[in-house]
């Protein structure tokens, strides 16, 4: 079955950094759209970054552009989220998600519809 999981949420200052890595598992399709959504204090997970399996292209939220670094490493079927210069209002649990045959451009059209989420990890940003 397919499987994500997450890792490297914790307790981080602001201006600091955290890295997220996301490990997949199962999941066979060869196109697909990965990335990382957040749910803070509101109900909704809002997109913050992905990226598209078959070209590497990538999304950022505007609030996180210039801040947040996605990769991948598909050899190891990982997917990371480098987070700098972190602030308080980056507070959520971060969710990795995928959708098959999605583009990283249409993530924050798919919203919670992602065909598979991981349990999520959640990143506090506080002094």
């Known amino acids: 079955q397919v499987r994500f999981v997450e890792s490297g949420g914790g307790l981080a200052q602001p201006g600091g950094s955290v890295r997220l890595t996301c490990i997949v598992s199962g999941f066979r399709v060869p196109n697909y759209a990965i990335g990382w959504f957040r749910q803070g204090s509101g109900t909704g997970r809002d997109a913050v970054s992905c990226i598209t399996t078959s070209d590497d292209s990538t999304y950022y939220s505007d609030s996180v552009k210039g801040r947040f670094t996605i990769s991948r490493d598909a050899a190891k079927n990982t997917v990371y989220l480098q987070m700098n210069n972190l602030k308080p209002e980056d507070t959520a649990v971060y969710y990795c998600?995928?959708?098959?045959?999605?583009?990283?451009?249409?993530?924050?059209?798919?919203?919670?519809?992602?065909?598979?989420w991981g349990k999520g990890t959640l990143v506090t940003v506080s002094s």
């Open positions: 998600a995928a959708e098959a045959g999605g583009l990283a451009d249409l993530c924050p059209n798919y919203g919670s519809t992602m065909d598979f």
